[in-house]
């Protein structure tokens, strides 16, 4: 158990709608960082929050954008869907940026 | 943008036999990190080296980062069932915050 949780576990949405996936990092960790999984590759990163500012982004578009709370916690907001989001969604939180991530056990998006 | 390869993509290999994966990268990195995938499962870290040269020994798994911090290997000896998953090397580069995960390699054992 790496104390990062996140929700929904599994989601089914259209093409087109939009989607709030949540993560609560671990304990003492001001970090939060956002992954996207296709079937049978690795993890690209999409982002991360660090004390509740943007601190870096990958080759993700404007549609893709997040949120970091006071607390920590973070949501990851995907707008208009498309097929090619269907992914496993991974939140890391580290207690720095750089530092050592731990993942949550991610969210399972299909898009239909 | 930068990529970190690694290979084989797929191995299979009959318990109690020896598995490799290698990483690579075209850019020093400041340090490497590999994680396990079980299947249906998240990254779960194993491991971060740092220094040039590095060798770290976890048990039955032996992980070296290269002297000119291009590459890395996660060796297993003598493989167990448990061992099963996809193995990832990950990159932070040197001024990023970012990790660059490789493909993976996906590893299978026959009983």
């Known amino acids: 158990e790496t104390g990062v949780t996140q929700s929904p576990t599994h989601l089914i949405k259209t093409r087109g709608q939009q989607v709030t996936l949540r993560c609560s990092s671990q304990s003492g960790h001001n970090t939060v960082s956002w992954y996207q999984q296709a079937l049978g590759q690795g993890p690209q990163f999409i982002f991360q929050?660090?004390?509740?500012?943007?601190?870096g982004r990958g080759n993700f578009p404007p549609r893709f954008s997040g949120l970091q709370f006071p607390n920590y916690s973070s949501e990851l907001n995907v707008n208009a869907l498309e097929l090619d989001d269907s992914a496993l969604y991974l939140c890391a939180s580290s207690s720095l940026p750089g530092n050592t991530i731990y993942f949550g056990e991610g969210s399972w998006l299909t898009v239909v | 943008g930068q990529q970190v390869m690694q290979i084989p993509q797929y191995q299979h290999v009959q318990e109690g036999e020896d598995f490799t994966t290698y990483c690579n990268s075209s850019?020093?990195?400041?340090?490497i990190q590999w994680y396990k995938q079980r299947p249906g499962g998240h990254p779960v870290f194993l491991i971060q080296l740092v220094k040039s040269g590095e060798v770290k020994k976890q048990k039955r798994l032996t992980f070296q980062f290269g002297e000119a911090k291009k590459n890395s290997s996660l060796h297993i000896t003598a493989t167990q069932t448990t061992d099963v998953g996809t193995y990832f090397c990950?990159?932070?580069?040197?001024?990023?915050?970012?990790?660059?995960f490789g493909q993976g390699t996906r590893l299978t054992i026959n009983p």
């Open positions: 929050y660090y004390r509740e500012e943007e601190n």
């Open positions: 990950a990159a932070q580069i040197q001024g990023a915050q970012k990790l660059v």
């Open positions: 850019t020093t990195l400041s340090n």
